[in-house]
């Protein structure tokens, strides 16, 4: 199972699309209410949690996603079932995903110590990582950051292939950026 956790003021696209791009592929995947069962996102668009926070069932997760947005990182970061959830993964090899401003809460965390990351532009100081990459996706040691809206997307594909392997990842890219 992959969770995607949402919060008030997410950025949209960075949630749904990695949404939509992993159950193209055929995983499991669950939205999940962090500030309730119905999340408005940064830009008004109000999306209905599959479930609240307080029902995951993180024994048997694949992946936590956390996607960007202002407030949306911000309420990520201060909620208790979050930061539960990512020491949770963290210590349990679980892989962990993040986009946008939210690579921020891993960094401040210290999970990306060591590793290659990136985020959106600005927040290259919170990561405290090895080095900030100029990707638009990165995963490193259990870990997938990504820049910013642009590139959701891309970003979805990379979970993909990350759970499912190249080849899987490239059927669903392909299917998606063709005319």
Do not use: W
């Amino acid at each position: 199972m992959v969770y995607v956790m949402l919060a008030e003021g997410f950025e949209e696209v960075e949630a749904l699309a990695p949404v939509d791009m992993l159950r193209r592929a055929g995983v499991n995947v669950l939205t999940v209410g962090v500030t309730g069962d119905a999340v408005r996102g940064a830009h008004g668009i109000v999306v209905a949690a599959d479930i609240n926070a307080a029902d995951m069932n993180l024994a048997g997760a694949q992946m936590l996603v956390l996607p960007g947005g202002m407030p949306g990182t911000l309420n990520l970061e201060k909620s208790e079932y979050v930061q539960a959830a990512l020491e949770y993964c963290y210590e349990n090899g679980i892989h962990i995903a993040a986009i946008c401003a939210a690579p921020s809460i891993l960094g401040h965390l210290g999970y990306l110590r060591g590793r290659y990351a990136t985020c959106f532009p600005g927040y290259e100081s919170e990561l405290n990582c090895r080095r900030v990459s100029d990707k638009p996706v990165v995963t490193d040691n259990g870990i997938t950051t990504a820049k910013s809206a642009g590139y959701a997307v891309n970003f979805g594909c990379e979970l993909v292939n990350v759970l499912l392997g190249p080849e899987k990842a490239t059927a669903v890219s392909d299917a998606v950026y063709q005319p």
